[in-house]
């Protein structure tokens, strides 16, 4: 976090703020009810999973869960010269055990062993079955935007919100999986 820090103060700042705007808007991964969505991935390296375990395992169930955002670690990121996952876990991270309704017993395990536990199997599965749609979302905003800012006339601006309503119409819930049955097809 410690680069995050040194680009806005290197970079021009209009260029800066952009760039930070774009990087808060991901610290959704890094709240403390979504950070234990790391243990499930394969890429992260043991040691660390087994840190954030142990954090997890010594960090008080609470009875009940406030809804509402999330709250995002802001500050935490800035301040930090370097921050591990482990240090984000906190009481709203046993939140996704839960709403599972799953045990905890496979954290007091070393990493390599979780894929012996049926509840950790059970989870991982749900885990990686979820789909994130919120940067395709934006994308398709941006790109609408873009395209917007690029008429310069009201005539051109008008026809491509004609064009947008009408693929909108054809189209009216399209998803990610939906993508793939569409491409082969032209929408105008």
């Known amino acids: 976090m410690s680069s995050y820090v040194l680009f806005s103060q290197t970079v021009d ?4 703020r952009e760039v930070k705007k774009s990087l808060r808007r991901h610290l959704w991964y890094l709240t403390e009810s979504l950070v234990v969505l790391a243990l499930f991935d394969k890429g992260l390296d043991q040691a660390t999973k087994a840190a954030m375990a142990t954090s997890l395992r ?9 809804p509402g955002k999330p709250q ?8 930090a010269q370097h921050i591990t996952l482990d240090e984000l876990i906190g009481p ?5 055990f839960h709403l ?7 954290l007091a395990l070393p990493p ?8 950790c199997l059970q989870m991982e599965s749900i885990v990686n079955g979820i789909t994130v749609v919120n940067d395709a979302a934006e994308r398709g905003v941006k790109d609408v935007q873009d395209y917007a800012n690029a008429a310069r006339d009201g005539d051109h601006r008008g026809q491509i919100v004609l064009v947008s309503s009408s693929h909108r119409l054809k189209i009216p819930n399209f998803l990610k999986n939906d993508r793939c049955s569409f491409a082969s097809k032209r929408y105008v």
């Open 13 to 16: 700042p209009p260029l800066a």
């Open 58 to 66: 010594n960090t008080p169930k609470p009875q009940t869960f406030d």
């Open 92 to 96: 709203n991270s046993w939140l996704l």
């Open 112 to 119: 390599d062993m979780w894929n012996t536990d049926e509840d």
């Open 72 to 79: 995002f670690p802001v500050q935490q990121l800035v301040q």
């Open 100 to 106: 599972l309704h799953s045990s905890d017993n496979w």
